[in-house]
């Protein structure tokens, strides 16, 4: 079935410094949704893109949909100790299921 | 409103133990949603529910593993005989679905599950 792919597994980020996380599927979606699984914690919805090439920012967090809707990115700028935490992707299946990507883990040097 | 809630929060059981988790999903969300999530791992899909349909349980790794939903609210996820390998949390969501529209996943807590 459809699946997304997430890169990096990992992400050390020096604080203040800026990093991107990428999302790719081999077929087309009709939308993409980024959740943010902090330590412990359950994950949370931060954006869905439904259109070619959308973009969306939430302060320092901006959010891209691929124009041929096959690839989506997170970029951080500023990195903050408060950006801690699994980056998930996910893309829609049949039926309202969504498949998630493995997650980008993010953790912050002071 | 309440959100997403799951209990027991944390289980510890025996191999070879049954095992039953809640969920309470959001009041008026007619989709509810099981993953297991293993140790730094991402989201594995279990079974799906939507409205009064046949629930979609393609994700189920085993016939061990069963779901209900009761009238259309509260899901609980039995696990039999448990193994070590099912040891996880267990991740459950629920949404507000519309026509056409992938709406928003709103997950619950968690039930973390140690087989000893």
């Known amino acids: 079935g459809q699946q997304v792919m997430q890169i990096p597994q990992y992400q050390h980020v020096q604080e203040g410094e800026d990093f991107t996380t990428y999302c790719n599927s081999s077929?087309?979606?009709?939308?993409i949704q980024w959740y943010k699984q902090r330590p412990g914690g359950h994950p949370v919805f931060l954006i869905q893109?439904?259109?070619?090439?959308e973009v969306k920012k939430q302060k320092r967090l901006t959010f891209q949909f691929g124009e041929a809707k096959k690839n989506s990115s997170l970029h951080i700028t500023a990195t903050q100790t408060t950006d801690v935490g699994t980056y998930f992707c996910?893309?829609?299946?049949?039926?309202?299921?969504?498949?998630f990507g493995a997650g980008t883990t993010v953790t912050v040097r002071a | 409103g309440a959100g997403v809630s799951q209990s027991p929060s944390n289980k510890v059981t025996e191999k070879g133990k049954d095992v039953e988790l809640r969920c309470d999903p959001i009041?008026?969300?007619?989709?509810l949603y099981w993953y297991r999530q293993s140790l730094g791992q991402g989201l594995e899909f279990l079974i799906y529910?939507?409205?009064?349909?046949?629930?979609?349980k393609s994700g189920l790794p085993s016939d061990r593993f069963s779901a209900e939903r009761t009238g259309g609210s509260v899901s609980t996820l039995t696990i039999q005989r448990t193994q070590q390998e099912d040891s996880a949390v267990y991740l459950c969501?629920?949404?507000?679905?519309?026509?056409?529209?992938?709406?928003?996943?709103?997950f619950g807590p968690g039930t973390r599950l140690t087989v000893l």
């Open positions: 529910f939507q409205g009064n349909s046949a629930p979609d």
């Open positions: 996910a893309g829609p299946r049949s039926d309202y299921k969504l498949s």
């Open positions: 009041s008026g969300h007619t989709a």
């Open positions: 893109l439904v259109k070619s090439g």
């Open positions: 969501a629920s949404s507000l679905i519309a026509s056409g529209h992938y709406n928003e996943q709103f």
């Open positions: 077929t087309t979606l009709s939308n």
